[in-house]
């Protein structure tokens, strides 16, 4: 209880201060270009380890490994890199799972 | 551009910022209902949204939750995530270092990806605009987008128990994030540290306390950049 509060306020009070980082603080400094480098790929790179596993081992089906969800993903991922749109892989993936749920029911 | 006031400024910020809404909202009424099954109460899924207003990290705070995880390596996976916001901040410096301190908070308040992404486009196009037109278009950008993301969320929350589990609803987190990461994938530094990122969450799942996540993100992170190095060119 307490510590879910603790989590939400430190996330709340570490995101703004990255945000506010150099804008407020560090004002017009230049930021190494190592830095800026490995900077770029921290969504693109911790994204896909968190999505790896809720895809492989769901817990919904007991950490077996369901091939419908992995279906869903894998369309999901084609339709994305196919159109660079995020509402129509969301579409397609979601409507790969209840396709196939409803055909095996 | 010809010469734009804060008040034309603004409302261009916020025409731009519309079509945004239809993908702010989906997932802002997503983690309403995802943050309510996980059993947060009202004020725990508001708190997030609120305080946070970063989706991608408090689905993955949501989800080290359910694991059990530490609560610092939960706050420090959160936080990793949202590190790109220190580039999104260094970016916005040299266009909006010298507006008033008040606004420079509130902009570092709402600097999310969407109202980065539309605001940073627009000082390209036209840097000579004013500080204050450029402070005006973000505000007007953030005008749409903050208050759909926070009142979708609060929607999730109301209708989230009306959801029957058919709907399989706990799958849609995984896929809003695959589909949030491939149009991101533009480039092969970015295509090698996904999949660097996949790889090492498979290697290292033996970890305790989620510590893979951690690592899988900083080896990717290492990948991307070193393949950016030696191809020599930025995205």
């Known amino acids: ?105 | 551009m010809a010469a734009s006031t804060p008040r034309t400024a603004y409302w261009r910020g916020f025409r731009a910022a519309l079509p945004f809404t239809i993908v702010v909202g989906p997932f802002g009424l997503l983690f309403g209902v995802v943050g309510t099954e996980a059993g947060l109460d009202v004020a725990q899924v508001t708190g997030f949204t609120v305080l946070v207003i970063a989706g991608a990290s408090q689905f993955t705070a949501l989800q080290l939750m359910q694991d059990n995880a530490p609560t610092l390596i939960v706050i420090a996976s959160a936080l990793a995530i949202n590190l790109r916001m220190a580039m999104y901040s260094a970016s916005f410096a040299p266009h909006l270092g010298r507006a008033p301190l008040w606004q420079r908070a509130l902009i570092a308040y709402m600097n999310v990806d969407q109202t980065y992404a539309l605001s940073h486009a627009d000082y390209e196009a036209a840097p000579s605009q004013s500080v204050a037109a450029k402070a005006a278009y973000f505000f007007g950008a953030s005008t749409p987008i903050i208050p759909v993301w926070i009142g979708a969320s609060a929607l999730g929350i109301v209708v989230g128990e009306a959801i029957p589990p058919a709907l399989a609803l706990d799958f849609a987190v995984p896929i809003t994030f695959i589909a949030l990461i491939t149009p991101a994938l533009r480039t092969l530094a970015h295509v090698g540290a996904a999949v660097t990122s996949i790889v090492m969450a498979i290697l290292l799942g033996f970890l305790p306390w989620n510590l893979w996540l951690l690592f899988a993100g900083l080896a990717a992170m290492m990948v991307g950049a070193e393949v950016e190095r030696r191809m020599g060119a930025r995205p």
């Open chain 1, 1 to 105: 209880m307490t510590e879910i509060w603790i989590i939400i306020l430190a996330l709340g009070v570490g995101t703004f201060v990255i945000r506010f980082s150099f804008l407020g603080i560090l004002g017009n400094r230049a930021l190494p270009l190592w830095l800026l480098r490995h900077l770029r790929y921290t969504a693109v790179g911790i994204l896909p380890a968190m999505v790896t596993p809720l895809v492989l081992w769901p817990e919904a089906t007991g950490g077996q490994m369901d091939p419908s969800r992995i279906a869903a993903a894998s369309l999901a991922l084609a339709v994305g890199l196919w159109t660079k749109n995020a509402i129509w892989a969301i579409v397609v993936g979601m409507a790969t799972l209840w396709g196939i749920g409803w055909l095996l029911h």
